[in-house]
């Protein structure tokens, strides 16, 4: 879909295009000016070297675990769709292979309390345990139990970024195999857009995010420098390192010895984040890691199988969409150019770790002074080459979903805002 430069009404990622004055979204604040149209990147270029281990998100696959049996996908086929549409949503791929997908923003534009579980087997999805407090923007972890931990959450203002609104501390454990929710600890600190991994000891480091609280300015909830350490044997949740620069919209690679990788992100101000900082939970401590080349916010981030992480696409205040890529190398002591996105530049793209050690890049949303777009395209990164090969595109251009490796490595596409609306419907990739 191509709009003429306006404000793009889309749940949780309202994007400003160029205006030649002062700025004002809904409520009067000013949204600042555009000086120039987007622009991508110049190309760096870049090369793989080995590393150690590093992992993504919690709940996503180890990159430094490679199965070469295992084919990449070429393409996309419909799956069967959700009961609800819903963006800006959890999908968690549970021990037994099934998903389980929470909350998120329904097409009224309002949080969600329900779930759905899909089977991967059967290829059907059923209901599962509604939450007692509708959410979106929280975080989901996968234990090594088989419980599923959500936490947190809020709502986001007109430009995407947290209104400090409908901030959530409560925190809940999925049990799969009973099919139920228990109610937890909450965390000290209520937080939405907060950023959650599971640790090597089998804590998770719940870390960054927004308030409630408005200091700065209305628009924003205050960003959050602070940490929470959830410990499953106690139940319990215990203070963790705290940041020098408060963030949300970031993103997190764990590094070969256990350190944590804070990647980008915005603060309070709606200020793009060079800094990564780098945090070891085990003691409570940080340290500067490397700047990024460009700022960035609704970027991806992926571990590959040489131990290095991708941190691609994103945008910058206003129409300055990115296509850049960078790696971050196993130690976190140096970021490399890699090899830029062929396609348009875009934000909040999804981006899976495959079993064969490459990575899946698929839609987003496109922006500049001609318009936005919701993209279909999808590429494969291979950073032995290095090059990104565009495979078969999604049937619905769509942003703000989900993306899940499955057991077999296949991806799963659900949901996220179409040309239109929000939607349910989902797409697996096949070889």
């Known amino acids: 879909m191509r709009v003429k430069p306006t404000l793009l009404a889309i749940p949780g990622l309202l994007v400003l295009a160029a205006c030649t004055s002062g700025c004002e979204g809904p409520g009067g604040q000013d949204l600042g000016v555009a000086d120039a149209e987007a622009a991508?990147?110049?190309?760096?270029?870049?090369?793989?070297?080995?590393?150690?281990?590093?992992?993504?998100?919690?709940?996503?696959p180890d990159g430094g675990s490679v199965d070469a049996q295992v084919p990449d996908p070429t393409g996309?086929?419909?799956?069967?769709?959700?009961?609800?549409?819903?963006?800006?949503?959890?999908?968690?791929?549970?021990?037994?292979?099934?998903?389980?997908?929470?909350?998120?923003?329904?097409?009224?534009?309002?949080?969600?309390?329900?779930?759905?579980?899909?089977?991967?087997?059967?290829?059907?999805?059923?209901?599962?345990?509604?939450?007692?407090?509708?959410?979106?923007?929280?975080?989901?972890?996968?234990?090594?139990?088989?419980?599923?931990?959500?936490?947190?959450?809020?709502?986001?203002?007109?430009?995407?970024?947290?209104?400090?609104?409908?901030?959530?501390?409560?925190?809940?454990?999925?049990?799969?195999?009973?099919?139920?929710?228990v109610p937890i600890a909450p965390l000290a600190e209520g937080r939405s857009h907060a950023a959650a991994i599971l640790l090597d000891d089998g804590r998770v480091l719940v870390i960054?995010?927004?308030?409630?609280?408005?200091?700065?300015?209305?628009?924003?909830?205050?960003?959050?420098?602070?940490?929470?350490?959830?410990d499953p044997a106690a139940g319990l949740w215990s203070p963790g390192p705290s940041l020098d620069i408060p963030r949300y919209l970031?993103?997190?690679?764990?590094?070969?010895?256990?350190?944590?990788?804070?990647?980008?992100g915005s603060d309070q101000n709606e200020a793009e984040l060079l800094q990564v900082e780098i945090v070891q939970p085990s003691d409570g401590s940080r340290r500067d890691g490397p700047n990024l080349s460009a700022g960035r916010v609704?970027?991806?981030?992926?571990?590959l199988a040489s131990g290095?992480?991708?941190?691609?696409?994103?945008?910058?205040?206003?129409?300055?969409?990115?296509?850049?890529?960078?790696?971050?190398?196993?130690?976190?002591?140096?970021?490399?150019?890699?090899?830029?996105?062929?396609?348009?530049?875009?934000?909040?793209?999804?981006?899976?770790?495959?079993?064969?050690?490459?990575?899946?890049?698929a839609g987003g949303l496109h922006g500049s002074t001609a318009g936005f777009y919701n993209l279909a395209d999808a590429y494969l990164y291979d950073e032995t080459v290095p090059s990104w090969?565009?495979?078969?595109?999604?049937?619905?251009?769509?942003v703000l979903h989900s993306a899940t490796v499955l057991e077999d490595g296949s991806v799963l596409i659900c949901g996220g805002f179409g040309d239109t609306d929000t939607l349910s419907t989902c797409e697996r990739s096949t070889p």
């Open 389 to 398: 090969t565009p495979i078969g595109p999604l049937a619905e251009a769509r």
């Open 76 to 181: 996309f086929v419909p799956s069967p769709a959700m009961a609800t549409a819903r963006s800006s949503h959890s999908a968690t791929l549970l021990a037994d292979g099934r998903v389980w997908v929470v909350g998120g923003f329904g097409r009224s534009g309002r949080a969600l309390a329900t779930t759905e579980i899909f089977d991967p087997q059967t290829g059907s999805w059923s209901p599962g345990p509604s939450l007692s407090e509708a959410r979106a923007n929280h975080v989901a972890v996968s234990l090594p139990s088989g419980q599923v931990l959500i936490a947190g959450g809020g709502l986001d203002n007109n430009v995407g970024a947290p209104a400090g609104r409908g901030i959530l501390a409560s925190a809940v454990l999925f049990e799969p195999n009973e099919g139920r929710l």
């Open 208 to 230: 960054g995010g927004s308030s409630g609280l408005h200091t700065t300015q209305p628009s924003f909830g205050d960003a959050l420098g602070t940490s929470e350490i959830y």
């Open 250 to 264: 970031h993103s997190l690679l764990r590094l070969s010895d256990g350190e944590i990788a804070v990647i980008g």
């Open 308 to 361: 290095r992480g991708l941190i691609v696409c994103g945008k910058q205040a206003n129409i300055r969409f990115l296509n850049t890529s960078e790696l971050l190398e196993s130690d976190g002591a140096r970021l490399v150019a890699a090899t830029p996105l062929p396609g348009d530049s875009r934000t909040a793209p999804t981006l899976s770790p495959l079993p064969s050690g490459r990575a899946l890049l």
């Open 40 to 60: 991508d990147l110049p190309d760096a270029g870049g090369s793989a070297e080995d590393g150690g281990s590093l992992t993504l998100d919690a709940g996503e």
């Open 298 to 303: 609704f970027h991806a981030t992926a571990p």
